[in-house]
């Protein structure tokens, strides 16, 4: 295979949609809709899963997708941490399943995440939830993509009767102030954001210490569908730091995203 150029975004674009298809593919093998993974579940230190789906899935991406963009580092939820990255203005980021306890749980909200950096932002990425025949896809300047249309986020500018889906310490005090529709709390942030992205929903929050990994695939897809992803204090986000970990976000369309950040202050008092 002919090495890319970071810079030449459709090339990553279509590479990163077939490896994450490919990806999506070998995952699938271990799942089970509604039942228990068969693939075999461990535990990291801090006690989140892993699966032997999720690091089959990281070795095929990093081998892969490392070949052909030789210009890049790499960041992957499941590979050690080299800080060489941050010499690096390009930068894979990866969470080959973003969904671990969902997956394993036989819930389909789970996808592959796969992203370009460059100098600090997204400029290409994909979120591929095989088990919702969902893929989202786009790169700077080119647009966004479910499947094979066009993306476009909700155009609604009132916060109330929007329909939301965010974490329980955020929500309820929010409803009890303001006639939200309540969706439930979708786990995969990449598939949460991705709905925002498609104009499934309104609006969307995570909670603090999210990761570059988690967002990053999906961030240029909400930027690309018209919606705004930013951190409380309106800023978007900055990726390929030494701590690639983030505080409390939000996302939505145009209209609606100051409003969201205004009940989001509110609601949690300046925290986050």
């Given at each position: ?189 990449a598939c949460r954001f991705a709905a ?77």
């Amino acid at each position: 295979m002919a090495s890319i150029s970071p810079s030449d975004s459709r090339a990553v674009l279509e590479l990163l949609r077939d490896a994450a298809r490919v990806a999506g593919d070998m995952a699938m093998d271990f799942f089970r809709h509604g039942a228990a993974t068969a693939a075999r579940v461990d535990f990291k230190a801090g006690g989140s899963p892993v699966t032997e789906a999720d690091l089959a899935v990281d070795r095929y991406l990093h081998d892969r997708l490392r070949a052909a963009v030789p210009g890049a580092s790499w960041l992957s939820e499941e590979t050690a941490d080299d800080l060489d990255r941050l010499l690096h203005d390009h930068v894979i980021v990866v969470d080959p399943i973003d969904g671990t306890r969902s997956f394993a749980a036989g819930d389909p909200h789970w996808a592959v995440s796969v992203a370009l950096v460059s100098h600090g932002r997204p400029v290409v990425g994909v979120v591929h939830a095989p088990a919702l025949a969902q893929t989202y896809a786009g790169a700077l300047g080119l647009g966004a993509w479910v499947n094979d249309r066009p993306a476009r986020a909700s155009d609604r500018a009132e916060l109330a009767g929007a329909s939301l889906s965010a974490p329980n310490g955020f929500i309820k005090p929010l409803a009890r102030a303001v006639p939200v529709a309540l969706v439930p709390r979708i786990p995969s942030l990449a598939c949460r954001f991705a709905a925002v992205a498609g104009g499934g929903l309104d609006a969307a929050v995570a909670s603090p210490d999210s990761h570059d990994w988690d967002l990053a695939g999906v961030d240029i897809v909400l930027h690309e569908a018209g919606a705004q992803l930013t951190a409380a204090d309106g800023r978007p986000l900055l990726y390929n730091q030494r701590v690639p970990r983030h505080r409390t976000l939000y996302a939505a369309g145009p209209n609606l995203h100051a409003a969201l950040l205004a009940a989001g202050r509110r609601t949690l008092g300046g925290a986050g």
